[in-house]
């Protein structure tokens, strides 16, 4: 253009006519020709540079999708593109190798027949998944659904579909997405549901349960007689039960969350009741003690009370638990029983003396009857008691044996003076008589309560070691301890007196005699104990 612009101004003035249109006009069509090369050539260049450029879109486009199909082949689920024509005709352009796991269909089936995996969505689901394709369709939104496959020859499986809708110049609809198995995930889902569901019943339940709970103790806090209460660190009430507000006149609610002092007008036992309350909380210890509390009209009463602590882990609550006993009325009947077993004490010395002075004033009666015997049952009863000791008989035991020693010949009471108080030798008919003042003892003494204990030295101390004595000819240790024991003492007494018809025996051969008989006439431990002890004893004779 620039050459066509040169000729017209040089050489186009200095021609004339038709020479200059001609010229004009070669000038023209060869520019023009010029131009049109030129164009033809620099379109060339551009149509080889736009082929290279496709060429190497098409390589990085190839290897991308060759990319995605390999991502798609180990993503988990099935990857898909599924299409929806106008005519309403479903296909899938694309299926991964997920479907295999999924639906038990190869990629080639699924994409040769939709049909094949779209019958295997479970009859119930089926409207739904229609509804959710349908409205992604028409508003190109996401495309989410979840519903039941039931591929064949296995269980149902939850799925999950999620896609993204693209609109196509020929009225199609083509969504790119991924279908995944919820199975596992769903069944985790109802177990929770159910774990839940349990869980929201067994809180129903125990709500239930701890509201009976609560209403049942209260029944019971509330019958029971007793002062049941549970106070905090400063002494207010956080727990009381029917009775200890009636013991300050009022009642459980407005008692609950006030203080002692609310109510009772005493200031020492309120001091008293914090200072016991917060050493059972700060020990932690139990405490058992009695104490006495001012009503709300003044009275006063007598409490058993246990305190105990009610303390946490982290010492945050501190109160303590108290249960009492009203023992007034038993402190007043202890009063009374004191005063009557200080009485009763008093009445059974008074018999117990009286039948101490009964026994002696039989022992007295005998020696006063027989004169040969005076003073005999005095010494008797003291060694009797002696040797008792000695061999370790207990204080109670002594008791019997001592009266017993005293009534020993109470038998000789049923006796004939005429052979009690004969001055020489007894006949054997005489020897039959006098034998039976044991029995005669046994009958008088086992009628008397008191004296039942006693009855073995009066009717046993006849008896033999060996078995030949009298009157059951009991032998060994079938003798009374009690009787075994008077026996030595009332043969050391006899030997060792004077009587009329002979002298009394010194004391070393009394111990002899005696020391002989051991085994025979005697028990040998008793007559072992007696010889320790009798050597002690002076050696004048009794009167």
């Known amino acids: 253009m620039a050459a066509y612009g040169i000729a017209r101004v040089f050489l186009v003035p200095h021609l004339q006519g038709w020479v200059a249109a001609l010229v004009d006009a070669v000038v023209c069509g060869v520019i023009t020709t010029l131009a049109g090369y030129l164009l033809l050539r620099h379109s060339e ?182 002062f049941i209460y549970v106070k905090d660190y400063d002494g207010r009430f956080t727990l009381v039960n029917d009775a200890v507000s009636k013991l300050y006149g009022t009642t459980v609610e407005n008692l609950t969350g006030k203080f002692d002092s609310d109510f009772n007008p005493n200031p020492e036992e309120i001091e008293r009741f914090l200072r016991d309350d917060r050493r059972v909380m700060d020990t932690q210890t139990r405490l058992v003690t009695e104490e006495q509390i001012t009503d709300s009209e003044g009275a006063s009463h007598w409490l058993k009370t246990v305190k105990l602590p009610l303390v946490s882990e982290d010492w945050q609550s501190r109160q303590v638990l108290g249960v009492s006993v009203d023992i007034t009325q038993a402190k007043k009947s202890e009063r009374e029983i004191r005063d009557l077993n200080a009485q009763l004490a008093q009445n059974l010395a008074e018999l117990s003396e009286a039948y101490e002075t009964t026994i002696e004033a039989w022992a007295q009666l005998l020696d006063l009857r027989d004169k040969e015997t005076e003073g005999h049952t005095r010494r008797v009863t003291d060694m009797c008691v002696r040797l008792a000791r000695a061999m370790g008989v207990g204080d109670e035991e002594l008791i019997d044996i001592r009266r017993g020693a005293l009534l020993h010949d109470i038998g000789k009471m049923g006796i004939p003076d005429e052979i009690l108080l004969k001055p020489g030798p007894l006949d054997d008919r005489e020897w039959l008589v006098m034998k039976r003042h044991p029995d005669y003892a046994y009958q008088c003494l086992s009628r008397i309560p008191f004296l039942k204990n006693c009855i073995e030295i009066p009717y046993g101390h006849h008896e033999k070691w060996d078995g030949t004595g009298y009157p059951r000819a009991l032998a060994g240790t079938e003798i009374p301890l009690a009787a075994r024991m008077f026996a030595v003492v009332d043969v050391w007494d006899a030997l060792r007196s004077d009587r009329p018809y002979r002298q009394g025996w010194p004391h070393e051969r009394v111990m002899e005699h005696i020391a002989s008989l051991s085994g025979t006439h005697f028990d040998p431990d008793v007559v072992e104990a007696f010889l320790a002890i009798a050597d002690r004893q002076p050696a004048a004779n009794a009167a």
């Open 45 to 226: 260049s551009v149509r080889k540079q736009y082929q290279g450029a496709q060429k190497r879109q098409a390589v990085i486009l190839n290897r991308t999708l060759a990319q995605l199909h390999q991502i798609s082949q180990h993503a988990p689920g099935m990857v898909f593109q599924f299409r929806l024509d106008p005519d309403g005709s479903m296909s899938f352009p694309y299926v991964s190798e997920g479907c295999v796991a999924l639906s038990g269909l190869q990629p080639s089936e699924i994409m040769a027949d939709a049909t094949k995996i779209l019958n295997q969505i479970h009859a119930e689901d089926w409207t739904e998944f229609q509804h959710t394709l349908s409205f992604s369709a028409k508003s190109l939104t996401r495309w989410v659904w979840e519903g039941m496959l039931n591929p064949p020859n296995t269980k149902f499986k939850w799925i999950q579909l999620k896609s993204m809708p693209v609109g196509q110049s020929d009225g199609s609809i083509l969504w790119n997405g991924v279908i995944t198995d919820m199975t596992e995930q769903k069944m985790i889902e109802e177990e929770l549901l159910d774990i839940q569901e349990d869980m929201e019943r067994r809180i129903t339940e125990r709500t239930r349960e701890l509201s009976e709970v609560n209403v049942f103790m209260r029944n019971v806090l509330d019958s029971n007689p007793n």
